[in-house]
């Protein structure tokens, strides 16, 4: 038997539970919200009924397909975070869907998203895909998630302009490239790449966060244009200085964990940011010097924070 049924007008819900036993979950016809996280749900059947339903969770289930959902025409959201998913389909009714979570399943092709003109959130974490495609009709796409997939360029989001938080780390991407038309986008996340160069960010001049850990990035280039930058992360790259950030005014994080930065004179820039907050250099050569904090502290009076730990008196230390 499935192990998602439901009976008829919508009274219950099927599950099974570790003992393989039918259990049921009482659903109003008339819910809005459902959720159905870890009930080890094996097939999607049985939701018909719900005629105002605009939020499904079917999380940490077992689920193998996308099926059964064309009459739930009122859905907006939909999380089908961490089941067994292949494939990308059977979506095409859902016309007012504004979130859509397939993170964490067995996906290798982005596809048959096209009907979907509303969606604004989309997240294909942990998954196998290893080309950002078919997304061309998804003009409304404000958030895109392919973090840890197998990609290896960023191409064919020309018509996603109106995406602001675009995250695709832990793929194998060796270029920032072909954003150009992304003028809208705040936050940019590629950590865990191949990038050794920062450039391809002219156009993106309403970028606030950048974070590019885990590359192999020796110098800072390529953000002249991006002066309302207010967080830059190069934690555990291979930065020798820190140079060409002086324009960067509003920039309150500056993250260079883990580099080469091996004197003092190397983050002596710093010292031109006013805004500047938070800032990590350890695990550098030069953090190794007994009086690295206290100099860090007189050199730039203006941070509250080194390496995590708070660096004015009388600031609080939890």
Not at 40 to 57: Q, V
Not at 74 to 93: C, R, S, V
Not at 171 to 178: G, H, K, L, V, Y
Not at 297 to 304: A, K
Request: glycine share 4%; proline share 2%.
């Amino acid at each position: 038997m499935s192990s998602t049924t439901v009976p008829e007008a919508g009274e219950a819900v099927q599950e099974e539970n570790d003992n393989n036993d039918i259990e049921y979950v009482e659903v109003d016809a008339s819910t809005k919200e459902l959720d159905l996280t870890r009930h080890r749900i094996k097939k999607i059947e049985g939701f018909d009924f719900l005629h105002s339903i605009e939020h499904l969770c079917l999380r940490w289930n077992l689920i193998k397909k996308i099926e059964n959902l064309h009459m739930l025409v009122t859905l907006t959201e939909l999380d089908l975070y961490d089941n067994q998913i292949t494939k990308i389909e059977n979506l095409d009714e859902l016309v007012n869907l504004e979130s859509l979570d397939l993170s964490f399943n067995r996906i290798t092709v982005l596809e048959n998203l096209s009907a979907l003109k509303k969606l604004k959130n989309a997240y294909f974490v942990h998954n196998k895909i290893r080309k950002i495609e078919g997304l061309d009709e998804l003009t409304e796409l404000e958030y895109l998630e392919l973090g840890d997939n197998q990609i290896k360029k960023i191409e064919n989001l020309s018509k996603n302009t109106k995406i602001k938080r675009l995250f695709l780390g832990a793929n194998q991407i060796a270029n920032i490239e072909n954003l150009d038309l992304l003028n809208d986008i705040e936050v940019l996340s590629l950590p865990a790449n191949a990038i050794q160069e920062i450039k391809g960010l002219n156009n993106l001049k309403a970028l606030r966060e950048l974070y590019l850990s885990q590359n192999g990035v020796k110098c800072i280039t390529g953000l002249e244009n991006n002066t309302n930058l207010e967080i830059l992360d190069l934690n555990y790259n291979r930065l020798i200085s820190i140079s060409n950030i002086d324009h960067l005014q509003k920039l309150t994080d500056f993250w260079a964990k883990k580099n080469n930065l091996a004197k003092m004179s190397d983050v002596l820039e710093l010292i031109k940011l006013p805004n500047l907050k938070l800032i990590y250099l350890e695990m550098n050569p030069l953090a190794e010097c007994g009086t690295y904090r206290s100099k860090i502290i007189h050199m730039l009076p203006q941070i509250e924070k080194l390496d995590a730990t708070y660096c004015r008196i009388g600031k609080r230390n939890w």
